[in-house]
């Protein structure tokens, strides 16, 4: 359970790092600033999701 835990987290954080280099760049080439807006929200949605499985993570290691 613990290793599965450990593979959504770093696939959350990979994902959130995709997400926030494509708002960057679709933010700095100018292409569609409603778009890179969706994009910034998608990744707070995968930030909070990195972040709680993280607590779950640290919940079930510290027993």
């Given amino acids: ?3 599965f835990l450990i593979l959504l987290v770093a696939a959350a954080m990979l994902a959130t790092l995709g997400v926030l280099l494509a708002g960057v760049v679709g933010l700095a080439r100018g292409v569609d600033p409603a778009r890179s807006n969706v994009l910034m929200r998608w990744r707070v ?6 972040l709680g499985l993280f607590l779950l993570l640290l919940a079930l290691v510290g027993r």
């Fill in 1 to 3: 359970m613990t290793t």
């Fill in 45 to 50: 949605v995968l930030q909070a999701a990195a």
